[in-house]
């Protein structure tokens, strides 16, 4: 079993900038792939950026690039996520996820991963 725990998130203007942490206990050996998704009142939960825990290149969704950052503070142990030139839009429930099943590729589908964290929120004001 693998846990996850987010943290940092808060309220911010717009044009600001946080950096939200994730922290994974538990067997985290069976990390395969880990990653940030959103979800905002009334929407869906959507992909922000996901990476493989053995290395390699992030993908972003598209509304976030250039302005999001994933990183491995650790290999499948911390992940945290960096959000600069912040907007309303961004304003959302933040939620780490971590892939544990063997196969599949890099991808920002929801329903690919099969562990999730609480969340952590992120307000935006304009």
């Known amino acids: 079993q693998v846990y996850l725990l987010e943290s940092g998130g808060g309220s911010v203007q717009a044009g600001g900038s946080l950096r939200l942490s994730c922290a994974a206990s538990g067997d985290t050996y069976k990390t395969r792939f880990m990653g940030w998704f959103r979800q905002a009142p009334g929407k869906e939960r959507e992909g922000v950026a996901a990476?493989?825990?053995?290395?390699?290149?992030?993908v972003y969704a598209d509304s976030v690039k250039g302005r999001f950052t994933i990183s491995q503070v650790d290999s499948r142990h911390t992940l945290d996520l960096t959000l600069n030139s912040l907007k309303a839009d961004d304003t959302a429930m933040y939620y780490c996820a971590a892939r544990t099943v063997r196969g599949g590729t890099l991808d920002l589908m929801a329903s690919t991963y099969n562990t999730w964290g609480q969340g952590t929120q992120v307000t935006v004001s304009s």
């Open positions: 990476t493989y825990t053995g290395g390699g290149t992030p």
